[in-house]
């Protein structure tokens, strides 16, 4: 099993099979428009723009599991652009922990060995072979990621 057993469905409604993302490198971030750690989109933004071509995918996965997310999927997209200059994909808000999580994340927490999504901004790096490489927390900034994005590429 891997990554590219999982489907979600971007922001904008479209189907998004993570079979999609076979070969790259990708960085799945559980996001929260009004949460204190909201500025970190800035930040994958960066990583997006600066390692795109290189094969990296930023995917964040809103989620108002702890309050802190717009109510509507338009408003979600807007705030992150408008204030982030969000332009990685987005998807719909989806549950990170307990009944109805979404299963990407069932998966993400048994292969990173460690359970619950404490907080948003929870960051999981899944190399080109759609496996998990590590799990960072919340308060890890995507800086200090960029070394172990690079060595994935």
Same mark, same amino acid.
């Given at each position: ?11 904008? =409604? ?47 996965? +809103? ?10 999927? #338009? ?22 922990? =307990?009944?109805?999580?979404? +299963? ?7 292969? #990173?060995g460690h359970?619950?999504?404490?907080w948003n ?16 927390? +919340? ?15």
């Amino acid at each position: 099993m891997s990554i590219y057993d999982f489907n979600e469905t971007e922001i904008s =409604g479209q189907p998004l099979p993570l079979a999609d993302f076979k070969g790259k490198v990708v960085l799945i971030v559980n996001t929260a428009s009004k949460c204190g750690l909201a500025p970190q989109l800035e930040g994958l933004e960066t990583l997006h723009k600066t390692y795109g071509k290189a094969g990296l995918v930023v995917l964040g996965l +809103p989620s108002n599991q702890f309050h802190q997310e717009l109510k509507t999927d #338009s408003d979600v997209q807007e705030y992150c652009q408008m204030h982030y200059g969000v332009t990685f994909l987005m998807t719909k808000p989806v549950l990170v922990n =307990g009944d109805g999580e979404d +299963p990407l994340f069932t998966y993400l927490k048994a292969e #990173s060995g460690h359970g619950r999504i404490k907080w948003n901004y929870t960051k999981f790096l899944v190399g080109k072979d759609g496996n998990l490489i590590k799990r960072y927390a +919340p308060t890890t900034k995507p800086k200090k990621i960029e070394a172990d994005i690079k060595a994935a590429l």
